[in-house]
């Protein structure tokens, strides 16, 4: 599996961005997906992730109400719509796919991960 993010920019504070995730091969619909993000000098973190049945999400506390996680195992994608955006959430985003849900030491340990989209906030 291949996978390719795009979507990201500049926005400003309280605007929106969706980012998008294409992934190639058939098996996407069997991988459980993640969106991390990495802000300059901090660690990468888990934002959000979906189940390959679309069934379970999760989201971390500080995107919680603001982010949404989605996937088309038809289209091969999953998306971020990110809304209500802050500074805070300025940062390279990346898609990573997993056959186990967890995502502790993903950056190891997953399957796959794609190349990061720059997503910037002013404020």
């Known amino acids: 599996v291949q996978l390719q993010a795009s979507g990201g920019g500049l926005v400003q504070s309280g605007g929106s961005l969706r980012l998008s995730c294409a992934a190639s091969?058939?098996?996407?619909?069997?991988?459980?997906m993640g969106w991390f993000r990495q802000a300059p000098g901090k660690e990468r973190e888990l934002a959000a992730a979906i189940s390959w049945s679309s069934g379970t999400t999760y989201y971390a506390d500080s995107v919680k109400g603001r982010f949404t996680i989605s996937r088309d195992n038809a289209k091969n994608t999953v998306y971020l719509q990110m809304s209500s955006m802050l500074p805070e959430d300025t940062a390279v985003y990346y898609c990573?796919?997993?056959?186990?849900?967890?995502?502790?030491?993903?950056?190891?340990?997953?399957?796959?991960w794609g190349q990061g989209t720059q997503v910037t906030v002013s404020s």
């Open positions: 091969g058939r098996a996407f619909g069997t991988y459980h």
């Open positions: 990573a796919a997993n056959r186990r849900w967890t995502w502790v030491s993903c950056t190891t340990l997953c399957d796959y």
